[in-house]
């Protein structure tokens, strides 16, 4: 039930962050809009000075790049936060940075799946080194992977303590 309430607070936080984010890019956005638009309003108005052609050309110019930055900017950002949300999740004392957004991978954020992890990722957990990394990646070749976290418990070295350090970091 606890864990179940985690997940749904964690996801909240996620969508939350997401939310968080975009609104600062749009206000960003929108602000250097707005002081453009200002700039480009002042100087359209007339003006005692002449100024030189070459010098108004120059400064439209730079103006319309720096519109161009800023939507190409826009479409990055907006574009990296479908993608990724990367947010720092504390559990149990233990620290898990980078975490994805869930709906973007499929997976819960910042847990392993012991199913498709890679050797350094099955390393990086507690009290799993390369030898015992090795031994995951082998019992899920040898057994079409595992069933359920439980069965992490049936590769050799791997017992109910080493498990208990895991179980809230792995899934299936």
Known sequence: MEKKSEKVSREAFLENM???AVGALVVTILAG???L???IQRQ?????VVYDQSEVKKEIDDLNKQISDLNTALKNA???VKTETTVKVTEGGGTVAGAADERATGEVPGVININSASLSELDSLPGIGPAYAQGIIDY???NSGFKSIEDIQNVKGIGPKTFEKLKDQITV
């Open 44 to 48: 359209n108005q007339p003006s005692k």
């Open 140 to 142: 899920r070749d040898a």
């Open 18 to 20: 997401k939310f968080v």
């Open 78 to 80: 907006k574009q990296e």
């Open 33 to 35: 809009s707005g002081v």
């Open 37 to 39: 638009f200002w700039q």
